[in-house]
């Protein structure tokens, strides 16, 4: 009697050029410059900007982890439609719940190189699912969890969140000064507001992503920082498409 195991499920198609690759539950795929990966990128011809080990695609069973394992460049998660995400060297983001995601990797003379990843589960998408953004931290944890925030607070973060949850979805946040045209105040009023929201985020709530690890981000640089809180806000519920109405009171 013959026994046959079954195989692992496929999670995702990853596409690159012409070519494609199957990632099953629990695989792993590495992509870079360097001819032993698994997904050759920049290789023909080769551009030495684009790191030899660029990165790494783990399969999971709620999408695919995308780690940057690149000592200097950073690399970008783009949902389709959704967020784009700064992927910082050492830093580990995943595609879920979106059904189609990219990784770009910018090399020399304005070189982009794409892998484009697709649900394989799911297949092709027939409808618009609200966009969310993906950021290193588990979306089911206590630092996601709804929270008392002020009606300021909250109407600031529709603002922010606003581009992402828009019928015709876009690929960033807003920035202070879109925030502060849209509520009709300073950019100075909404950085002080929105710096101090994620400040106590990150101290109070253990929300990752928010402020730099090794000091305080210094005055200024909070930019740096409204993708991350954006994607918090729309991942733990306290910003949906229904919050978007306080912006025309």
């Given at each position: 009697?013959?026994?046959?195991?079954?195989?692992?499920?496929a999670?995702?198609v990853?596409?690159h050029?012409?070519?494609?690759?199957?990632l099953?539950?629990?695989?792993?795929?590495?992509f870079?410059r360097?001819?032993g990966?698994?997904?050759?990128v920049a290789?023909q011809p080769?551009?030495?900007?684009?790191s030899r080990s660029?990165?790494c695609?783990?399969?999971?069973?709620?999408?695919?982890l995308v780690?940057n394992?690149s000592?200097r460049?950073?690399?970008?998660?783009?949902?389709v439609?959704g967020?784009e995400?700064e992927?910082?060297?050492?830093m580990t983001?995943?595609?879920?719940?979106h059904e189609?995601s990219?990784i770009?990797?910018?090399?020399?003379h304005?070189a982009?190189?794409?892998l484009?990843?697709?649900?394989?589960a799911r297949g092709?998408?027939?409808g618009?699912?609200?966009?969310?953004a993906?950021?290193?931290g588990?979306?089911?944890?206590?630092?996601f969890?709804?929270?008392?925030?002020?009606p300021?607070?909250?109407?600031?973060?529709?603002?922010?969140?606003?581009p992402?949850?828009?019928p015709?979805a876009?690929?960033?946040?807003?920035?202070?000064l879109?925030?502060?045209?849209?509520?009709?105040?300073s950019?100075?009023?909404v950085?002080?507001?929105?710096?101090?929201?994620?400040?106590?985020?990150a101290?109070d709530?253990?929300?990752?992503?928010?402020v730099r690890?090794?000091r305080p981000a210094?005055?200024?640089?909070g930019d740096n920082?409204l993708?991350?809180?954006a994607?918090?806000a729309?991942?733990s519920?306290?910003?949906?498409?229904?919050?978007?109405s306080r912006?025309?009171?």
């Open positions: 009697m013959n026994t046959r195991v079954s195989e692992p499920a999670v995702a990853v596409r050029g012409t070519r494609t690759w199957v099953h539950d629990g695989g792993h795929l590495r870079g360097s001819t990966v698994d997904i050759p290789t080769a551009d030495l900007t684009i660029a990165g695609l783990d399969a999971t069973g709620r999408g695919v780690t394992e000592v460049r950073t690399m970008y998660l783009q949902a439609p967020p995400i992927v910082k060297p050492g983001v995943g595609t879920a719940p189609r990219r770009v990797l910018l090399g020399g304005e982009r190189y794409v484009d990843i697709r649900s394989a092709p998408s027939t618009a699912a609200r966009p969310q993906v950021i290193a588990d979306p089911t944890s206590p630092a969890a709804r929270r008392d925030l002020t300021v607070q909250r109407r600031y973060l529709a603002a922010l969140c606003e992402l949850l828009t015709v876009g690929v960033s946040s807003a920035t202070y879109q925030i502060a045209n849209r509520c009709g105040v950019d100075r009023t950085r002080n507001c929105l710096d101090g929201l994620r400040q106590s985020l101290a709530h253990g929300v990752p992503g928010l690890q090794d210094p005055g200024g640089q920082f993708r991350a809180l994607g918090w729309i991942d519920g306290n910003i949906t498409p229904d919050d978007l912006l025309d009171r």
